[in-house]
């Protein structure tokens, strides 16, 4: 009953289920190959219905039996599903079917992982379980009864029985199928509680394969952190007498918000000093918080469909943001934040992935958990909260939380609730969920006597399906700096909602520099025309942190533009403004090192492409090279002293004070590798003591081509850790020369640790790949056959980590025409391939184009 053709899904198609669930009692046999699922689910007609037909999705069930209020039924095949004549008054469905959760490697619905069993059922993978509405607009209150021999048996809500070879667990919160969840195998439990506001007290348990235990301290205090964080600044508390984590290890996500039951990937969760990176902790904290908080803007609070996805994902992902920026530095993490947004993003919504954080229509849902729908999502919520201020957004979260508890709810209902919350009408700020692509802002400046004038130009590109634009609202962080470096006008934010619009300061002594954009305050795209000598000069004195970096940021690409395109680089003005920057011992190292980092190739690909120069990557790396080399030879001098100042001498924290200092101490490195003949590097390697120092050591080690003792000796020492040889074989190909990059590739797919069917094992190299341009994009087509290759191999086996693989293709278009016509041989080739799955064939065909 598998979907065969692909169908389109709109979102104007939406009817009320025509049945709502009261109750759902299931009954689980364990068996890895056949496995019995018994469900009893109590149905009664929804009076909102539009029509009476019952249907129930179920995908690769094999029917064992079935009834309706106790009488033996013969349901209907159909597509997706099945069909039954059932009474106009409530009623019993009981039903039986067996599945085989060993066979499943697509890793959705019941799988196995490592030898235990585990769940993914977000957005449809429940009907791979059991006949059901699988559609997050009914929600029941769920009985699971699992039977097994496995030690540790669980699933959502409370445990509220247990006996020789069974367990019962009770969620009295009406959720989705979506949020099921069942786990069980050999596991052990980290364990600790949480004492919440009203005094309620919650077990918590983090469980992993024995082995990792010494992994999981960190999780638990970022759970503990995030509980707290979520009644302290949101008043939401915990609703359940248990919370529980469990790490697996085969999971093609981060995580997932399953009500109680949260499931991580291992690589989310899992960590320690020796074998993780600050970044790996940083991420930890991150996921933790962002799964916790689901619980309130995801759970209680549902989606009505998937079109309205975006309301619990962009969202929730400002609300972790929100908590990181609490938890570590403010300004640094909306560096990291917007850095992102750009590089994954704004990526997507220039290429023909684009699409709004509302789509219209869908084939595959599974392809809509992108960066438009999470990150491009929270920047709207961030601005929606700049718009209607601090006090504003508090009524309007008090009231959503008031309004829709226990509901499925609809974008339209997120907005509703801003109107009636704050007065303000809302009708244009709409468009940012409805109109996709990034809006470029042209600003031009005025002066006059004491009188200065911004004018802002919006326009955005058209994107697939949606050619022309009307005005956003943009709301438009200003301040002024006078010419001796002092503020003369504080942030303030300009409410543009016009294409073109003028905004006039009075009163001035003199032609201020104006700081634009200050913290990001929109996903847009600016465009100035302005000097070397104005960005170092904004560099040295915004007081706003994100455009000091910000203006480092285009001073670096208007040097590195010049290398590539054979101008003059006014590499002198951009060296001497960052060294006063790396010398700035008062300036948190964290900030030093993102002001250090020079823009990715991806990033000057789509700079250039933008500016209407064919981007080459053999000739971006080329430069980036060149920059990277004399700026080590014109920094030499200092680097030795900034090393040194650097060291962290206390025993390994995660903190942002110490993940600072070893940032700016490995960017200081990477500079000191190329002068030194690798020296510090090889020394840091072999004292490093934590897996920050040590890594960042071996990546030196690879640039300077002097890695090969380290890398055995690496391989030795963490065989049987996966999360760290995902480190090892993502490394090799990341720091590979661009000619050896492919060959790297296909050497360490031979590798007996590599398999395909461990999607962090795939896309640590793979994903390493894709994001190697010069070594990816190699003239001879290389690159693109070996993905290809890859991604027809592994699309049988895991259809949803294949179709993400290919947005490596997305960004295609800007290239020359040679590599276009042998990405596109290679697209078709995909295309080609009898059986592709839905997921792959909607993504190569989106890319593909028309
Ligand atoms: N809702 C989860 C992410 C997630 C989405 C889909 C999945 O399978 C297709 C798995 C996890 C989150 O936002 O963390
Ligand atoms: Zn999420």
Known sequence: MKDASPQTIYLTDYTPPTYLVDQVDLTFRLSPNATRVISRIAFRPNPDAVSKRFFLHGEELTPISSSIDGAPVTPREVEGGIEVDVPDAPFVWEAEVEIAPAANTALEGLYMSNGMYCTQCEAEGFRKITWYPDRPDVMAPFKVRIEGDEPVMLSNGNPTGSGDGWTEWTDPWPKPAYLFALVAGDLVAREDSFTTMSGKHVDLKLWVRPGDE????????????SMKWDEDVYGREYDLDIFQIVAVSDFNMGAMENKGLNIFNTSAVLCSPETSTDANFERIEAIIAHEYFHNWTGNRITCRDWFQLSLKE???????????????????????????????????????????????????????YTSTIYEKGAEVIRMLKTLVGDEGYKKALDLYFDRHDGQACTIDDWLTVFQDATGRDLGQFKRWYKQAGTPRLRVSEDWNDGTYQLTFTQTTPPTPGQE???????????????????????????????????????????????????????????????????????????????????????????????????????????????????REDHTDPDFRALALAIPSADDMAQTLFDSGVTPDPDVIHDATETLKQSRAEYFQDMLPRLLSEMTVTEPFAPTHEQAGKRALGHGILQMLTRLDGSKAAQALFDRADNMTLSLGA?????????????????????????????????????????????????????????????????RSVFGAFAGHPAGFHQKDGSGYRLLADWLIKLDPINPQITARMSGAFETWKRYDGDRQSLIADQLDRILATPGLSRDTTEMISRIRGA
């Open 214 to 225: 010494g992994k999981t301290a960190f999780g638990m205090e970022a759970l503990k952190k």
């Open 314 to 368: 962009g969202l929730t992902v400002f609300r972790d943001q929100s908590f990181s920026a609490d938890m570590r530095s403010p300004s640094v993490c909306r560096i990291s934040d917007v850095l992102s947004l750009r590089g994954r993003q704004f990526r997507e919504d220039n290429g023909p992935l684009a699409h709004q954080v509302q789509p219209d229509s869908f084939v595959e849902i599974n392809n809509f």
């Open 468 to 582: 022309v634009k009307e005005p956003f609202v943009i709301p438009i962080a200003v301040g002024l700096i006078g010419p001796n470096g002092d503020e003369v006008v504080g942030t303030q934010v300009l409410e543009m909602t016009e294409g073109t619009q003028t905004f006039t300061f009075e009163g001035l002594a003199a032609k201020p520099v104006p700081s634009i954009l200050r913290g990001f305050s929109a996903p847009v795209i600016l465009e100035r025309e302005t000097s070397a000598q104005e960005r170092a000069f904004l560099l040295a004195n915004d007081t706003d942190e994100f455009n000091r970096w910000e203006a480092g940021r285009s001073l670096a690409k208007e040097v590195l533009t010049a290398l590539i395109t054979g101008k003059e680089a006014p590499q002198a003005i951009y060296f001497d403004a960052l060294a006063s920057v790396l």
């Open 698 to 762: 071996l990546a030196c080690l690879l640039n300077a081509g002097k890695a090969d003792a380290a890398l055995a000796t690496f391989r030795d020492k963490w065989q049987d850790d996966a999360l760290v040889m995902d480190k090892w074989f993502m490394l090799q190909v990341a720091h590979a020369d661009p000619d050896k990059a492919a060959e790297t590739v296909t050497r360490l797919t031979q590798d007996p640790a590599f398999t395909m069917k461990n999607p962090n094992r795939f």
